[in-house]
């Protein structure tokens, strides 16, 4: 009986010991100076976790195309947020994601949140490498987000006051990116999202071409929409020097992602944080409000 006692008493020191490192653990945050990553990273530092930036400037290193650079990212880590690069759906993504996972889990990390994307069929084999890792494991699927008007891919052709693209008039419920961090952090550091796919949208649906005329009316850029034909969109992308394949690539995933099939809000930021998503009105306005299209 006391020997039982003690092996008893022995476990549950173990399981609370593990239950301390993990809530002092560190958490690596993946491309952790871009868009999502690094708004992860300050809401974590925020909350007074210890945070690892994964990056190729992080201490230690990170990089996803050498994986020489992992085991020492994930030295001690109790939790991962995952975002790909260049796309969670491109090609070679789910197979450097596995490798990755596995290794993870090898580490002891405990938890794993992958930044997924809504509607992009490309991305399920990513997202079930995650899955199948062996440990607890959330989703978050997501759309374009409000930032890329102001520091992401389409800000650019905001500033030259022309944005060409191949979603015709099919709207979209564009998502604040500071929500899909606080989600994150969330089911980073919270209980109840293991094993949970969360549809993050925005309130309302917007066409592309209503989106630049949001951005007029709050005070930024004037800017013209220019609905391109799919094929004429892959042309444009090769004039502008993208590579062959990665011009494939992007006309397959806007083929799928802009036929009408996330032109549906959900409730998923309101299911986590507790409130509706920001609108993308009142993004404008602060924008345009902080200058964020001055040259």
């Known amino acids: 009986m006391t020997q039982h006692m003690t092996q008893h008493a022995t476990q549950h020191a173990t399981v609370e010991a593990a239950e301390q490192q993990s809530a ?26 210890p945070v690892r930036v994964g990056s190729r400037s992080g201490r230690p290193p990170f990089d996803w195309e050498s994986p020489d650079t992992w085991d ?11 975002v790909c690069q260049p796309d969670v759906g491109a090609p070679g993504t789910a197979r450097t994601v596995r490798a990755f996972a596995e290794r993870a889990v090898k580490a002891g990390v405990r938890r794993l949140v992958l930044l997924s994307a809504r509607g992009e069929d490309l991305a399920l084999e990513t997202e079930e490498a995650v899955r199948e890792a062996g440990t607890e494991w959330t989703i978050l699927r997501a759309g374009w987000f409000f930032q890329n008007f102001t520091e992401g891919v389409f800000r650019p052709y905001v500033m030259a006051g022309e944005l ?25 550091t919270g209980d109840g999202h293991h094993g949970r796919v969360h549809d993050l949208t925005g309130p309302r649906l917007l066409s592309f071409g209503e989106a630049v005329a949001e951005l007029a009316a709050a005070g930024g850029p004037t800017v013209r929409y220019v609905p391109l034909p799919p094929g004429e969109y892959a042309e444009w992308l090769a004039g502008q020097g993208f590579e062959p394949e990665l011009v494939a690539f ?46």
């Not at 009408?260 to 009105?281: I, P, T």
Request: hydrophobic share 45%.
């Open 250 to 295: 992007l006309s397959e995933l806007f083929a799928q992602l802009m036929d009408g099939r996330n032109a549906v809000v959900s409730d998923g930021v309101r299911e986590v944080l507790g409130r509706q998503g920001r609108d993308f009105a009142d993004f404008a306005r602060e924008a345009a409000a902080e200058g964020v299209w001055r040259d």
């Open 164 to 188: 060409p693209f191949p979603a015709g008039d099919v709207r979209e419920p564009f998502i604040d990116a500071d929500d899909i961090a606080e989600v994150a952090v969330e089911a980073l």
């Open 24 to 49: 002092t653990a560190p958490f690596l945050v993946l491309c952790g100076t871009g868009k999502n990553g690094s708004r992860v990273v300050d809401r974590l530092r925020e909350r007074g976790h």
């Open 72 to 82: 020492p990212a994930l030295e001690g880590v109790g939790a991962v947020f995952l």
